[in-house]
């Protein structure tokens, strides 16, 4: 009787490890597919819209002990909520480890680093590269190839740590295997537990040719993509200083390169509405000669707008309630104006 009775008020304790990375291309996918190499555990992959309500349901988890947050980044309305969540989970003893390359409030750094998180942050190199570097002793020489591959689909094999890992491959064969990965990522959104079966074989050592009926996958978003471009030509819309278009049967991440591409300015929009969630899921991409810093300027203007947003000089994205899209764009255009 007394034995059972303790065996009943024994603590519950923490054993979980879980990632929680960005769904939504190789660079979160494969830091999620090295961090689960590296400490095992399972993982929780998440877009913009949905990151914060993930990392809420994570907290009321009683047995998360150690927590990994890879490859998404912080805006202007989420950050301090994401501060306040994770110094919590710290006070009861849960280990947190943040790496990612998005643009990020210096302050918000210190007060993380304050709570004992250990930040990993770095803007020139993507979040897998520095995922490879800070475990490497863990990981197989293969990871290195998945880290490579992560830094083409960026656009960041050319920085230091990078670069050093495409040199081990051929260049060619990094390159068609990064591609390859990122449709079958890009084309499987609505698809979770496939892009949960990605980040397993990515972790168990796999080439993107490995995984079934990869290529033929990745020909179909190819095709999707060519008539992608006929229809961006035909619906493009153009204000003085940027293209832009709404998407309707495809992702705005893959619109919007076309957009900015096709328009000849020198920022390109594309945004998708989320019927779900009453929001437009917004990509917007700079060309080579754009000097204003996106990330940064779109993480103020979301957030001017109800919305919130952010990420890198040249490539960011933003969530904007629906009635104010078209207004939003309009002040982007102005706003690229007084630069
Ligand atoms: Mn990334």
Redesign the pocket.
């Known amino acids: 009787m007394t034995a059972l009775k303790k065996t009943k008020t024994v603590k519950k304790s923490r054993t979980k490890v879980v990632c929680l990375s960005?769904m939504e291309?190789a660079?979160?996918i494969s830091a999620a597919a090295l961090i689960r190499e590296a400490h095992g555990g399972e993982s929780v992959l998440v877009d913009y819209p949905g990151m914060m309500t993930a990392l809420e349901m994570l907290a009321q988890d009683e047995k998360l002990k150690t927590l990994f947050i890879c490859?998404v980044g912080l805006a202007k309305n989420n950050q301090d909520k994401f501060v306040d969540l994770l110094s919590s989970l710290r006070k009861k003893r849960i280990s947190i480890t943040y790496i990612d390359?998005h643009d990020i409030d210096p302050e918000i750094v210190k007060k993380l680093e304050k709570a004992k998180i250990k930040v990993i942050h770095d803007v020139n190199e993507?979040?897998t590269v520095q995922v490879y570097d800070a475990y490497k002793s863990k990981l197989s020489d293969h990871s290195s190839f998945i880290a490579a591959c992560a830094a083409i689909t960026?656009y960041m094999e050319d920085r230091p740590k990078g670069a050093k890992l495409l040199q081990i491959y051929d260049r060619q064969f990094a390159l068609i295997s990064a591609t390859v990965l990122t449709y079958n990522i890009v084309g499987r959104q609505k698809d979770p537990d496939y892009l949960l079966y990605l980040v397993e074989v990515l972790s168990e050592s796999k080439y993107p040719h490995e995984i079934p009926n990869s290529f033929e996958f990745a020909q179909i978003q190819v095709e999707k993509l060519a008539g992608m471009i006929a229809k961006v030509k035909k619906s493009l819309k153009t204000m003085k200083n940027l293209g832009y278009m709404e998407i309707m049967d495809a992702g705005a991440s893959g619109a919007v390169n076309f957009v900015l591409g096709l328009s000849g300015k020198e920022v390109g929009v594309a945004y998708k509405e989320r019927v779900d969630h009453g929001i437009y899921a917004v990509s917007i991409r700079g060309s080579k000669s754009c000097k204003i810093h996106l990330g940064r300027l779109v993480n103020s203007l979301a957030a001017e707008f109800g919305g919130s947003g952010g990420g890198h000089d040249k490539a960011c994205g933003a969530v904007i309630p629906k009635a104010k899209i078209l207004a939003f764009v309009k002040e982007l255009n102005s706003r690229l104006n007084q630069k």
Request: with cysteine; proline share 0%.
């Open positions: 960005h291309d660079d979160g490859d390359h993507c979040t960026d």
